[in-house]
């Protein structure tokens, strides 16, 4: 049975660092691209950013570009999520996700094989 989990999520001031991690396990993980999501309150789990076994990334929104990055290590199955200048606008549930590399699509959530129980993210001001 494959496992996804994350690890990191936490408080921090606006402004800080985070970086969370995901761990897969009982996964091939060559075969999948891994990918980032968030989850707001009150709103729809939201696309951050993805990494393809090679190493190709897909950011997500303008509000992220520049300030997350997405990394893997494949011997250790392990993908992450690094937050540079957080914001308060930051804050929420942090999934992360594989979804099959032979889709060709990191971006739409409905394509995810795969979930982690999610960590949460606040950023206070």
């Known amino acids: 049975q494959v496992h996804l989990i994350e690890s990191g999520g936490g408080s921090v001031q606006a402004g800080g660092s985070l970086r969370l991690s995901c761990l897969a396990s009982?996964?091939?993980?060559?075969?999948?691209?891994m990918g980032w999501f968030r989850q707001a309150p009150a709103k729809e789990r939201e696309f951050v950013g993805s990494i393809t076994y090679s190493g190709s990334t897909t950011t997500g929104p303008d509000s992220v570009k520049g300030r997350f990055i997405v990394s893997r290590d494949n011997d250790k199955k392990m993908a992450y999520l690094e937050m540079r200048s957080v914001k308060p606008e930051d804050t929420g549930v942090y999934y992360c996700?594989?979804?099959?590399?032979?889709?060709?699509?990191?971006?739409?959530?409905?394509?995810?094989?795969?979930w982690g129980q999610g960590t949460q993210v606040t950023v206070s001001s």
């Open positions: 009982d996964i091939t993980f060559r075969h999948y691209t």
């Open positions: 996700g594989a979804v099959p590399a032979s889709l060709g699509n990191s971006m739409v959530r409905s394509l995810y094989s795969y």
